[in-house]
């Protein structure tokens, strides 16, 4: 499997392909990294998910959609978009202080086995409940359907980081469905609880 060398900004994030992203840069390392991506010497970087204090294997690759004016201490706010999945294929290089470029960076393989993950059919089914409950719109005719769709439902019901990176680094078919029905079970439940909220009625 080739690598790829490319920065890195670690975070308590794990997009996924297709999905937009908004950030808020302040630290002066990360500053020169988006001024890189900003005049276009660079053209992707990889968002590695932090899950609690460890750094995962598994991350996003981005591209820069976006990018605020800095403000005058150098902050800005970008919207970047996921392309696709890797894995850390080196460990992380932290660069010392005054060293060039100041970011961190790693080797990175992209991974694309989620392509052939499915939603099982109960989690399309208490995803689709979850829709029905929120009221899409009407403009909205789009149904989870065993099969097809789990990137886009894990991004739709705003699947929580660590919830997506149990599902996708699950080691067998077995365990993955175990995280997917739960995501959708929650999922639903929470949608559920809101729904009742808004009536004015809570069960016992």
Same mark, same amino acid.
């Given at each position: 499997?080739?690598?790829?060398?490319?920065?890195?900004?670690?975070? @308590?994030?794990?997009?996924?392909?297709?999905?937009? =992203?908004?950030?808020?840069? /302040? +630290?002066?390392?990360?500053?020169?990294?988006?001024?890189?991506? +900003?005049?276009?010497?660079?053209?992707? /970087?990889g968002?590695?998910?932090?899950?609690?204090?460890?750094l995962?294997?598994l991350?996003?690759?981005? $591209?820069?959609?976006?990018?605020s004016?800095?403000?005058?201490?150098?902050?800005?706010d970008?919207a =970047?978009?996921?392309?696709?999945? /890797?894995?850390?294929?080196?460990?992380?290089?932290?660069p010392?202080?005054?060293? !060039?470029?100041?970011?961190?960076?790693? +080797?990175?393989?992209?991974?694309?086995?989620?392509? !052939?993950y499915?939603?099982?059919?109960?989690?399309?089914?208490?995803?689709?409940?979850? #829709?029905?409950?929120?009221?899409?719109?009407? @403009? #909205? %005719?789009?149904?989870?359907?065993?099969?097809?769709?789990?990137?886009?439902?894990?991004? $739709?019901?705003?699947?929580?980081? %660590? %919830? $997506?990176?149990?599902?996708?680094?699950?080691?067998?078919?077995?365990?993955?469905?175990?995280?997917?029905? !739960?995501?959708?079970?929650f999922?639903?439940?929470?949608?559920e609880?809101?729904?009742q909220?808004?009536?004015?009625?809570?069960? @016992?």
């Open positions: 499997m080739n690598s790829t060398l490319v920065p890195l900004f670690p975070l @308590n994030l794990l997009p996924l392909p297709g999905e937009t =992203v908004a950030l808020h840069v /302040f +630290e002066e390392r990360y500053q020169a990294l988006f001024n890189r991506l +900003e005049a276009m010497d660079l053209d992707e /970087f968002i590695p998910f932090v899950d609690g204090d460890c995962t294997r991350g996003g690759l981005m $591209r820069l959609i976006f990018a004016e800095p403000d005058e201490n150098g902050f800005r970008a =970047v978009q996921c392309i696709g999945l /890797f894995k850390l294929a080196s460990p992380v290089h932290i010392e202080p005054g060293e !060039n470029p100041p970011y961190p960076s790693g +080797e990175i393989a992209r991974w694309s086995d989620w392509k !052939n499915d939603l099982t059919e109960n989690a399309a089914f208490d995803f689709s409940k979850t #829709e029905q409950l929120q009221k899409t719109s009407e @403009n #909205e %005719k789009s149904v989870c359907m065993p099969g097809n769709g789990l990137i886009q439902s894990l991004i $739709r019901h705003q699947i929580t980081p %660590k %919830k $997506r990176y149990d599902i996708l680094n699950a080691p067998d078919l077995k365990r993955r469905n175990e995280h997917i029905d !739960n995501a959708a079970r999922s639903f439940l929470i949608a609880q809101e729904a909220r808004n009536k004015g009625y809570f069960p @016992n």
